[in-house]
């Protein structure tokens, strides 16, 4: 869709910005390092709450769940205050306790329950030990609505908040209350990381040890010395799914900005150029065995080391193939349009069909002259690549380019995913052969930024919005990126948008647009 004036003014101004930007590199390491450093630098706080001793449905691990935690906390720096078997009042009198210290020392807070959960009308409530829930005015009025929560710590206005949840049990109050299964689907508030023992909609166990499945695996992986805390519950997710064969999947929402540690580097800086080099070339080597091998362990070896990876998301796809071979029947998000406390997870369709058929148009962002048509048809399939007009352009299965009709070739990427939700943010670092036949290296730091209708040539489409920002690293070009995926309704992007300058001067300048897909059979 051809776009007026006012696009190109916010382009320009885009590369105005990326222009200053490029000019100074070393203030962002520079940033980084200060952001993190103060991060970590600030109070401790959690409450830990455990329910087991409810009337007519005990649960067995909570108070131990709780208990341990609490301990693992402290002995993290974290001053904490833990209540078991707590009842309405106890539970708000400390919520509000919480929000008050968090206010006042402005630094990092922590939320833990372990207990009952349940939700009604896509909100979830947080059961104490005294409630009595025959219908569903009795959730409203004896329970502890997540939101309430969610409310003290905005008021509180702290740096950071984590939010765990091992509260997705069954509804153990009788037939006539009808709730959701699980726990209902929620983003995170600004500045917080919100877990759930298990994905939204599905339910967890409470476990035979002594402590529940998920906070059994949370308790080890957060003791783990200069662990990011995303790649500690990444590291959860993958423990839990294997132990429970896939009946128990961990969810995160997060929309943190800056890089939390349980126990922090004694030196938080960032790496030289030459560090990151070799960093990414013994990943790569690691990933290389991974693909030749096409096994489970290696794959789940390199997500252990590697939870954030420049092929973690590759990875995942990896894992879920080879799993659902050996018969997992992974759990799946409960994923509802109607809900009004979330934007969603949108995951890649997989399946493709020989004879599906898309055409792009391509667009120049400054000048709004229509540059070339890209009619790309599907003519072969294999076990990871999906390969377009007999081998001109070939892809592998989420749509990550490997090699483009002028000849460029590219090593393994992750440009695109297979899992979308907003605040989700990931790394690509991949290799290049460029039609002259030099060779570059790409790497690109994504997000997803939000959630929107588009309207291209093909029609209208409910999408997330992905941004990215990174360098061709060896010509030294700045590329700021974005595009827009609807995996409710198809498997390759629905627009797609590439800056690319140096010293200044853009080097390339476009927008791709669907104009028209079919789908074959």
Known sequence: ???????????????????????????????????????????????????????NAPLPNPANDAGAIGERLARLGFKVVTQLDAG?????????????????????????????????AWRNFLVPVDANLTRADDVLLQTLDLRQLFDRLGKAGNAMNVIILDACRDNPFGS???????????????????????????????????????????????????????????????????????QQVPWESTSLEDDFYFIPPPDLKKLSQEELDRQFAEEAAEWDKVQAANAIKPVEDYL???????????????????????????????????????????????????????????????TQVETRRHINRITEITEDRVIFNNGALVTDLLGNIRKLPNGGTFGPSQYYIAEYSVGKKWTTRYDAVLPNGNKDAFEIDFKVVGR??????????????????????????????????????????????????????????????????????
């Open 88 to 120: 309405r009042d106890a539970m708000q009198n400390a919520v509000a306790d919480y929000g008050e210290q968090l206010a006042r020392h402005k630094g990092v807070g922590l939320f833990y329950f372990a207990g009952h959960g349940l939700q009604l």
């Open 176 to 246: 006539e209350l009808k709730t959701g299964k699980g726990l209902s689907q929620m983003d995170a508030p600004i500045g917080t990381l919100l877990a759930y023992a298990t994905a939204p909609g599905n339910l967890a166990s409470d476990g035979s040890g002594d402590n529940g499945l998920y906070t059994e695996h949370l308790l080890r992986e957060i003791g783990t010395p200069e662990a990011k805390i995303e790649d500690v519950f990444k590291r959860v997710r993958l423990a839990v799914r294997r132990a429970s064969s896939g």
């Open 452 to 521: 929107e209708s588009i309207t291209v040539p093909a029609g209208t489409f409910d999408c997330f919005r992905i941004e990215g920002n990174g360098w061709i690293l060896a010509k030294g070009v700045r590329q700021e990126i974005r595009y827009w995926v609807a995996p409710a309704k198809l498997n390759r992007h629905i627009a797609l948008e590439v800056l690319a300058t140096r010293g200044g001067r853009i080097g390339r300048s476009e927008r791709q647009e669907l104009e028209s897909y079919t789908r074959a059979g």
């Open 304 to 366: 252990r080391r590697y939870p954030s990876g420049r092929f973690s998301e590759l990875a995942l796809v990896r894992l879920d193939r080879l799993l659902a071979k050996e018969g997992e029947k992974k759990v799946k998000l409960v994923n509802a349009a109607e809900n009004p406390f979330t934007q969603g997870t949108g995951v890649i369709d997989l399946n493709f069909r020989v004879g599906d058929h898309y055409v792009y148009r391509g667009v120049d962002l400054l």
């Open 1 to 55: 869709m051809f776009r007026p004036d006012p696009f190109r003014r916010l382009t320009l101004q885009r590369l105005s910005a990326l222009s200053a930007a490029a000019l100074l590199p070393w203030r962002a390491g520079t940033a980084f390092a200060t952001a993190a450093s103060a991060l970590n630098a600030l109070p401790r706080t959690a409450l830990v709450i455990g329910n087991g001793k409810y009337r």
